[in-house]
């Protein structure tokens, strides 16, 4: 087994670029990365929901991950999301990721399909122990329409089966009493729990989790590595005002009308019109049948940039 991983700070889950006939754009990934990195990420978080992971081909999760891992360099972690319906899927998806050199595998309960809490911790041990790799959690029921049981998430702590958790719930309650439960058990010290919250994760970095995945990020890393090491140095006041500018920044995945598209495609399309905006990709294509960003709705991603201080007025 490899050495353990214990991921903690701002962790972007990176979009992923293609080219306008639906290709993974190894350049604009490339540059990507690079921009991340230079905003003071400690991580990079591949394959993710951001990452369009569930609408990509298989070839596309392996030249996305052989790519983030190139461009890393060895300079930080990569984690890798093997996201998909069954374990046997996963174990696919989990194999091939750690033969490129992912360092950490995230993977959700499996979906499609209702599981059992004790199913949901076999599938969790089995991907752990036929990789090798340490193992994140993905806790986000929104989309796998199950919600991981903090004594589950407990279980796989004390044998090690985890190594940490990215809470996308927005259930601040149960994450909560997660963390006291951690912390009185002595597991917080070795399980790393990252909030998937773009809105409230100083809310969650006070009460106690370790980082950050916001796909925000994407466009302004250095405001959440600031928003990071204000709460990791108890800048209360400095961290609320960064989430405030964050909060206003984050209006720019409103710009689509969302009787055209759904959430996902404006969200991940206002990313990717933002980073194509601000040369950090080439184009802002999004996989199908994600609709991409119409131009006026590219054009208010602009003026969010604009007032957010990240392209000139």
């Known amino acids: 087994m490899r050495p353990t991983v214990r991921p903690t700070g701002f962790i972007p889950p990176l979009c992923t670029p293609l080219t306008p006939d639906g290709a ?30 569930v609408f990509l081909t298989d070839e596309q999760r392996r030249t996305v991950v052989r790519t983030a891992v190139e461009a890393a360099g060895g300079r930080v972690p ?24 992912a360092d950490v595998l995230v993977a959700t309960a499996p979906f499609y399909t209702d599981t059992h809490p004790a199913e949901t911790a076999d599938h969790f041990r089995r991907v752990r ?13 929104s989309r796998v329409h ?7 998430l407990l279980e796989l702590a004390e044998d090690r089966t985890l190594v940490g958790l ?9 994450l909560r009493h997660l963390l006291v439960a951690l912390r009185r058990r002595g597991l917080d010290r070795r399980f790393s729990v990252l909030t998937g919250s773009e809105l409230t994760a100083d809310a969650a970095l006070l009460i106690g989790a370790d980082g950050v995945v916001a796909g925000l990020g994407n466009v302004d890393p250095a405001a959440y590595t600031r928003l990071h090491t204000h709460a990791t140095a108890g800048r209360w006041p400095e961290a609320v005002t960064e989430q405030n500018r964050l909060t206003t920044l984050q209006t720019l995945t409103r710009a ?42 590219v054009e208010e991603v602009r003026r969010r940039l604009e007032e957010g201080g990240l392209l000139p007025g």
Not at 28 to 37: A, G, K, T
Not at 146 to 152: D, H, I, S
Not at 166 to 174: A, E, I, N, R, V
């Open 256 to 297: 689509a009308d969302p009787a055209t598209m759904s959430g996902t495609a404006a969200a991940v399309g206002a990313y990717k019109a933002a980073l194509e905006l601000l040369g950090v990709i080439d184009c802002r294509a999004t996989a199908t049948p994600l609709r991409p960003l119409p131009q006026e709705s």
């Open 129 to 141: 122990a036929e990789t090798g790799l340490p193992l994140l959690a993905y806790d986000i029921p």
């Open 24 to 53: 993974v754009d190894t350049r604009s990934l490339h540059r990507l990365v690079e921009h991340v990195l230079d905003g003071g990420a400690s991580a990079l978080f591949a394959l993710g929901t951001c990452g369009e992971a």
């Open 166 to 174: 990215k809470d996308s719930s927005g259930d601040l309650d149960t």
């Open 78 to 101: 990569v984690l890798a999301g093997v996201i998909d319906t069954t374990t046997p899927r996963v174990l696919e998806r989990a194999r091939e990721a750690a033969g490129l050199g």
């Open 146 to 152: 199950t919600k991981l049981p903090p004594a589950v």
